[in-house]
């Protein structure tokens, strides 16, 4: 089926960095996701795009976290700076309509120490 | 806020046995029902989207509704080991922004006795 790549698979960082999360979505997608998975918890929503935009964030979408897809490349999130309770793992997701099924990729790994 | 609770937390059947999986939610207003499986260390895969109540199959794999009961169950018919994963309920919301939003469960861990 169609494949969601994200890079890096896992990335160790200190408290305070900036840290970037990279998705590479199905191609001819149009929507994409972010979701976030804290050990042992359910996966939650952080934040929908659309057309250069942010469409809908929830709660856990804090000040410092951004998202962008400049010029078709990656659909990346920024955390600016990081915290403790920042570790988790990210699962991007892209669809084609925004009711359409989200294929996922295979989540990158954040550990902020 | 939609919340979303799966049962059991793991269940282990026997090869050639059918098994289910439950899924309830708190708002029956909400848009789409999907089936996720995510094998350890791997993406989620997508396995059956349903939208009215009723049933949809896809496979060895179906999905029934019941939007009064706020419950959407999974069965899957002639479980094999490959099906051995962590299994994921999602309810989708399109909250008039085009752009769907799925709340999940914690997940029901399938396993097969061979």
């Known amino acids: 089926g169609p494949k969601v790549l994200q890079i890096p698979s896992h990335q160790i960082i200190d408290m305070g960095q900036m840290v970037t999360l990279n998705c590479d979505p199905v191609s001819n997608h149009l929507y994409f996701y972010w979701y976030k998975q804290i050990l042992g918890q359910q996966m939650e929503f952080l934040v929908n795009f659309y057309n250069g935009k942010v469409m809908e964030k929830s709660k856990l979408f804090k000040d410092q976290f951004s998202v962008e897809r400049p010029d078709g490349s990656y659909f990346t999130l920024k955390i600016q700076p990081t915290a403790l309770e920042d570790s988790a793992v990210y699962f991007c997701?892209?669809?084609?309509?925004?009711?359409?099924?989200?294929?996922f990729g295979p989540g990158t790994r954040l550990l902020v120490l | 806020q939609q919340k979303v609770q799966q049962s059991p937390e793991s269940l282990t059947v026997s090869e050639g046995a059918m098994a289910s999986l439950n899924c309830t939610f708190s708002d029956g207003t909400s848009d789409n029902f999907r089936w996720y499986r995510q094998h350890s260390g791997k993406g989620l895969e997508m396995l059956v989207s349903?939208?009215?109540?009723g049933e949809k199959e896809e496979g060895r794999f179906t999905a029934h509704l019941n939007r009064a009961s706020l419950h959407v169950s999974l069965h899957i018919r002639e479980p094999q080991p490959s099906d051995s994963a962590v299994y994921l309920c999602a309810v989708g919301d399109l909250p008039g922004t085009g752009s769907n939003r799925l709340t999940f469960g914690k997940g029901t861990k399938f396993s097969l006795i061979p």
């Open positions: 349903i939208f009215s109540d």
């Open positions: 997701a892209s669809s084609d309509r925004g009711q359409d099924t989200q294929y």
